[in-house]
């Protein structure tokens, strides 16, 4: 933890008072083995020892790159994918905290940047819909139309190279579906269940990852999640 949000212990921050929401490491350079991580804290300030909140600078010139209210939270929390047929790394982000009624705060929503930019906040692209596509200009309107996803649990984009087509893998409850789309940007199908695994002493079943590289041919797929503190693997064969 203090090694992502870098505490400042002369102002009484403490690991207890953070909470930290990580998603995937992706790739930005394979030739120097380097990668990036897109995660969110979870509390915005952080408690000094009289209880007056503090903010710093940590990420950025603010201590963030993007907002939890006014922008999708954070960029990547839904997962980032480094695209094996492109330079870009693609990120999903749910809706800005400012969006707390449902239907519309169960929207996603996505940007990308080439993986050698990634640390250059000023080269990201946010996608504005199928009209107006990608644009460097931060997204600032949340409808169905600049959305790619609705109602979806944390999970993966893989590339089946069996079906020729991208996946979107994640979890609802103890259920894994499964989701296909012609590029990141989508259009995504409805989803399929392929597996429910019965939660351990009635406990949560959530962190689903999907493992693509251990069969390339896209044949099966290996996916690993937590019930209830236990790590459980399953592989799905498709006909």
Same mark, same amino acid.
């Given at each position: 933890?203090?090694?992502?949000?870098?505490?400042?212990? +002369?102002?009484?921050?403490?690991?207890?008072?953070?909470?930290?929401? $990580? /998603?995937?490491?992706?790739?930005?350079?394979?030739? *120097?083995?380097?990668?990036?991580?897109?995660?969110?804290? +979870?509390?915005?300030?952080?408690?000094? @020892?009289?209880?007056?909140?503090?903010? /710093? &600078?940590?990420?950025?010139?603010?201590?963030?790159?993007?907002?939890?209210?006014? &922008?999708?939270?954070?960029? $990547?929390?839904?997962?980032?994918?480094?695209?094996?047929?492109?330079?870009?790394?693609?990120?999903?982000?749910? =809706?800005?905290?400012?969006?707390?009624?449902?239907?519309?705060?169960?929207?996603?929503?996505?940007?990308?940047?080439?993986?050698?930019?990634?640390?250059?906040?000023?080269?990201?692209?946010?996608?504005?819909?199928? +009209?107006?596509?990608?644009?460097?200009?931060?997204? @600032? /309107?949340?409808?169905?139309?600049? =959305?790619?996803?609705?109602?979806?649990?944390? $999970?993966?984009?893989?590339?089946?190279?069996?079906?020729?087509?991208?996946?979107?893998?994640?979890?609802?409850?103890?259920?894994?579906?499964?989701?296909?789309?012609?590029?990141?940007?989508?259009?995504?199908?409805?989803?399929?269940?392929?597996?429910?695994?019965?939660?351990?002493?009635?406990?949560?079943?959530?962190?689903?990852?999907?493992?693509?590289?251990?069969?390339?041919? $896209?044949?099966?797929?290996?996916? =690993?999640? /937590?019930? *209830? *503190?236990?790590?459980?693997?399953?592989?799905?064969?498709?006909?």
């Amino acid at each position: 933890m203090e090694q992502i949000c870098f505490l400042e212990k +002369e102002q009484g921050e403490r690991t207890i008072w953070l909470g930290l929401g $990580g /998603t995937s490491l992706v790739e930005t350079d394979y030739a *120097n083995a380097t990668g990036a991580v897109y995660y969110l804290v +979870e509390s915005p300030k952080f408690k000094s @020892t009289d209880g007056v909140p503090i903010v /710093t &600078e940590r990420l950025g010139d603010n201590g963030y790159w993007w907002g939890r209210k006014g &922008e999708p939270k954070v960029r $990547g929390c839904r997962g980032p994918y480094r695209d094996v047929h492109s330079e870009y790394i693609y990120i999903l982000g749910n =809706a800005p905290g400012k969006i707390a009624s449902w239907p519309d705060n169960a929207y996603i929503y996505q940007a990308r940047v080439k993986a050698a930019d990634a640390f250059d906040l000023s080269k990201y692209e946010y996608w504005w819909g199928r +009209e107006e596509g990608w644009k460097s200009d931060s997204l @600032t /309107t949340f409808t169905a139309e600049t =959305a790619v996803l609705w109602g979806v649990g944390q $999970g993966q984009i893989v590339y089946s190279q069996y079906f020729k087509t991208y996946f979107y893998v994640h979890l609802e409850g103890a259920t894994v579906l499964l989701r296909s789309a012609p590029s990141p940007e989508g259009p995504w199908s409805a989803a399929k269940e392929i597996y429910t695994a019965t939660p351990i002493d009635e406990g949560l079943v959530y962190a689903g990852v999907a493992y693509p590289y251990l069969d390339e041919s $896209g044949k099966t797929l290996t996916l =690993a999640f /937590t019930n *209830n *503190n236990h790590i459980q693997v399953i592989r799905v064969t498709f006909v």
